[in-house]
Every structure is written in C-alpha cells, then in structure tokens.
C-alpha cells in the first residue's frame, strides 16, 4: 500500500511485519499488514487465534515496535517518533480498553475515569466528563470501588477513563472477553453510541461475530494477513463469512 493511503485516515498500517525471535524460533505474527481506519468509524478485527489480531492492534497503538512498515495515527508516523514523543502520543491521541479493566482497587469509579488526566496534568472537561458518565450509565455508580461494581461495570468505567481525554482513536482488545453476554451487549450499544454520537473512533478485535457486528466493517487476519473485509456487517455475515474463510 502506498503510504499516501494512510491520508485521511485515523489510523493506518502501511506493509506491516512483525516477526517475534529470531533464527529457528523466529514467528511471523504479522506478514505484511495495510490497512486504515476511517475517522468516526467503529472497526472490529477479526481472526483465528495467534492470527495477529492483538499484534497488529498494539502495533497500530505504539505498544509494540513494527519489524518493517509504518504505523501513522492522523498525519503522524507513530513508527518514526523517539520513545518520548510516543509515550506522548499515546497519552494525547490515544485510548486503550483491554480484556482485564486495569482499574486502580483504592479509587472509585469517578476517580479511576479521571486518573489518567490527571496524571498527564491536565483537568477533564466537567460538560464532557457528565456527558460521557451518562453515556456509558455510571450515574449512579460513581462513588462505588471496582469491588463494587459488576464485571460490565467495570468495563464501562475503563471504557469512559479512555474517552475522557477526547483520544482520536480507541484501541480495544476483546473488551467484552470477560463479560457475560448481557453486559457485553451493553458494553457494545455504549461503544457504539459513543461512534454514532460523539464521533469517536474505534478499532477493535474480537472473536465474538455478535460483538464484531455492532461494527461498521470488520477486518479478517489470518496468518498475519488481511484476508477479508465486510461492511455494514450483520453476525449471521460475519459467521458465513468465517465459515467460508475456514476460520
Ligand atoms: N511476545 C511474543 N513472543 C513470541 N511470539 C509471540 C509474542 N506475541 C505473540 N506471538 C505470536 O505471534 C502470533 C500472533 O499472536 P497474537 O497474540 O497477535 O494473536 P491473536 O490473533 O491476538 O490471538 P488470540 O485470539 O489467541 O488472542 C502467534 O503465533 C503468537 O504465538
Ligand atoms: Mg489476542
């Protein structure tokens, strides 16, 4: 892909290699990944396991260094930038909501969501902090520890604390792996609102074809390729589509 393509984007990988050890013990988790993500756009990876989804998200992330190929979130090649630009980067344009929530157990909910600002120095906005604490429904959640809160809960306070810093993109690996189904729909429709309504950009991998269909594309990997897209995807797509690709 021609670097140029990476223009517009919220996110680009441009012939993206990761190969993980060397001589004999050396992995191709990644073997040659282009691909972008469209500003205000909800994306779901999807994948065989070991086929790269989580490579390919922590590279396009600055969580892991490429092998070859560039990375560019907005305009910036991540790729190109010193270890502080990125650290800087990452905390300014950046969010990141993983399978375990990463919640801080002394903090309650409203201070786990303004942790990370406040560690950078800077004050959330009250308008957009009361937006994002209705949009995700912690209202009355907020005075609570995570040992409080419901697993879904939880996920939904990690989920506000990465939007708080109006991140220009989001980075989420399967972040409704330890959720029931129930709690990951919700976790979903809020992901989703937050795309519809307040224009957020979100990339993220799943294995799941009733999360990836909350989507507005999804990305198949296989082998540390991209095989396949869809878009506007419906689960039962999704499913035939994996059939097909022999997932
Ligand atoms: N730190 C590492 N060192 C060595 N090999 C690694 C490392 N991380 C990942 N790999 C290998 O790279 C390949 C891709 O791994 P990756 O974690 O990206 O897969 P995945 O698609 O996210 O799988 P899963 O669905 O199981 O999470 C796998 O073969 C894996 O074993
Ligand atoms: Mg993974």
């Known amino acids: ?9 919220a996110a680009a990988a441009v012939d993206v290699t990761k190969v993980y050890g060397k001589g004999d013990a050396a992995v191709t988790a990644l073997g040659g ?20 989804k989580s490579t390919l998200l922590h590279c396009l992330a600055g969580l892991d260094t490429v092998t070859s190929g560039q990375v560019f979130i907005g305009e910036v090649e991540l790729t190109a930038l010193k270890e502080k630009q990125l650290t800087r980067l990452r905390r300014d344009k950046l969010g990141f909501i993983f ?8 903090l309650n909910a409203l201070e786990n969501i303004t942790l990370p600002l406040a560690i ?6 009250p308008g957009w902090l009361d937006l994002l ?20 809960q939880q996920q939904r306070v990690a989920a506000a604390r990465a939007m708080l810093g109006r991140p220009a993109i989001i980075f989420a690996d399967e972040p409704t792996g330890n959720l029931d189904s129930r709690a990951g729909a919700e976790l979903l429709a809020y992901i989703r609102r937050a795309v519809t309504e307040l224009g957020q950009t979100v990339v993220m ?9 909350h989507a507005d594309r999804v990305v198949f990997l296989a082998d540390g390729h991209i095989v396949d897209e869809l878009l506007e995807p419906t689960a039962d797509a999704i499913l035939e589509r994996i059939k097909v690709l022999g997932g």
């Open 1 to 9: 892909m021609d670097p140029r393509t990476a223009l517009g984007r």
């Open 33 to 52: 990944v282009s691909v972008g993500f469209a500003p205000g756009e909800f994306s779901a990876i999807m994948g065989p396991s070991g086929s790269g």
């Open 99 to 106: 399978q375990s929530y990463n919640l801080v157990p002394t």
């Open 120 to 125: 950078a120095g800077r004050k959330p906005d």
């Open 133 to 152: 604490v209705d949009a995700v429904g912690l209202r009355d959640r907020l005075a609570h520890r995570p040992s409080e809160l419901s697993g879904g």
């Open 205 to 213: 991998v799943t294995h799941d074809a009733t999360a990836a269909a």
